[in-house]
């Protein structure tokens, strides 16, 4: 039972999916004698606790209750009051939490002060599965930096293209929707100016069922090479646009860019490109709190190079392209021996319509 009420917690969580961030993803239950009272979830960044939300459709129901949280209750004003008083305040005689909150600021002393008023607590319950569920969270609440993820679409050997660069379309109906669903979860979607040229994506979200959250747009263009006719500067978010950019970049290319109403971020060189570790630390410091790298094997090879990559996800079609030409999912320069080669943990393989998606994190121990 304790077990089935969490689930529903997390369910509740999900429908916040790509609105909490920087913050995380909670959802809340409350049972009295077998019964749920009440439930709620953390809906928006700013908007009012999952815990206090269902305290409040409780009511006085809430009294020598069970509360079911995903989260451990925070126990500082943010810009919101300590969800732990109301719940102190509410009655509530127990409280399970999935996972003891990581954020500096709370650390365990949520669980502290229910303790210290006399309400019982449990942790760990449906541990794994709430984690995976806030990793983005997690990762930037404990490092300070974006989670990372690599998302591309490529044929079962390894190609993103024919040699001739059509790549319209690798995969599925059904894995091209799960995309617009999966980027509506990131604070930010990062491409490089090659493939802005070569495909001009709108890299927004579409044909998805609820009020789509379009993420910042990042562009890496360590020469200003991004045509003035692009989408990403002509249309309604050119506002939620960053190109990201050196010293190397032609003045007037830079104002043309500023006048359409993109941001035009310089930062430091690094052989001659854009230096992707600056602009992630930039990103942090803003609150983007993760990055989906969709776009060019150029970039992605930069940002494995630097270690940068958190996750992969690989969508992967039954189909065989070959042609020793045709691009693959990571350029760059690559390795001398299987010694250095990136090695990935927690493999996770699902079924989009005809096609796979493989997930894995990067092991970043080495």
């Not at 399970?96 to 319950?125: C, M, R, W, Y």
């Not at 604070?187 to 001009?200: E, N, R």
């Not at 960053?242 to 430091?268: D, H, Q, R």
């Not at 690989?314 to 020793?324: D, L, N, Q, R, V």
Request: with cysteine.
């Amino acid at each position: 039972m304790h077990e089935m009420w969490m689930k529903r917690a997390m369910s509740l969580a999900e429908k916040a999916w790509g609105a909490t961030n920087p913050n995380p993803l909670v959802g809340a239950v409350i049972v009295k004698d077998g019964m749920l009272v009440g439930e709620g979830f953390h809906s928006a960044y700013g908007q009012a606790h999952a815990e206090v939300m269902a305290l409040q459709e409780a009511g006085d129901r809430a009294k020598n209750a069970t509360m079911y949280v995903t989260l451990e209750p925070c126990n500082h004003q943010g810009k919101t009051p300590p969800c732990t008083e109301a719940i102190i305040k509410a009655g509530i005689k127990k409280v399970f939490a999935s996972f003891l909150d990581p954020n500096p600021q709370v650390a365990g002393t949520g669980f502290h002060k229910l303790q210290q008023a006399g309400i019982e607590t449990h942790e760990g319950l449906l541990y794994q599965e709430a984690t995976e569920m806030n990793e983005i969270f997690i990762h930037y609440i404990t490092t300070g930096m974006p989670f990372v993820v690599h998302k591309t679409a490529m044929s079962l050997d390894g190609k993103t293209a024919s040699n001739s660069g059509h790549s319209q379309w690798i995969t599925g109906k059904e894995a091209r929707q799960h995309v617009h669903w999966m980027r509506q979860r990131f604070a930010s979607i990062m491409v490089g100016v090659g493939t802005v040229i070569k495909d001009d994506p709108s890299l927004n979200v579409r044909g998805t069922q609820v009020q789509p959250i379009h993420p910042l747009r990042i562009i890496i263009d360590s020469k200003g090479r991004i045509p003035i006719s692009s989408k990403v500067l002509n249309d309604s978010l050119t506002g939620k646009t960053i190109i990201a950019t050196t010293e190397g970049i032609n003045k007037e290319t830079e104002n043309v860019i500023k006048n359409k109403g993109a941001e035009v971020l310089k930062v430091s060189s690094d052989h001659g490109k854009v230096s992707l570790k600056e602009v992630i630390m930039e990103l942090g410091k803003r609150d983007i709190d993760s990055v989906l790298l969709e776009g060019g094997g150029v970039v992605a090879a930069s940002a494995f190079e630097s270690n940068l990559v958190d996750k992969v996800m690989y969508y992967i079609a039954p189909k065989i392209i070959g042609g020793s030409n045709a691009p693959g999912v990571i350029m760059g320069k690559g390795i001398l021996t299987m010694v250095d080669a990136t090695l990935l943990t927690d493999m996770k393989f699902s079924h989009i319509g005809n096609d796979v998606l493989v997930n894995a994190l990067v092991n970043k121990a080495r």
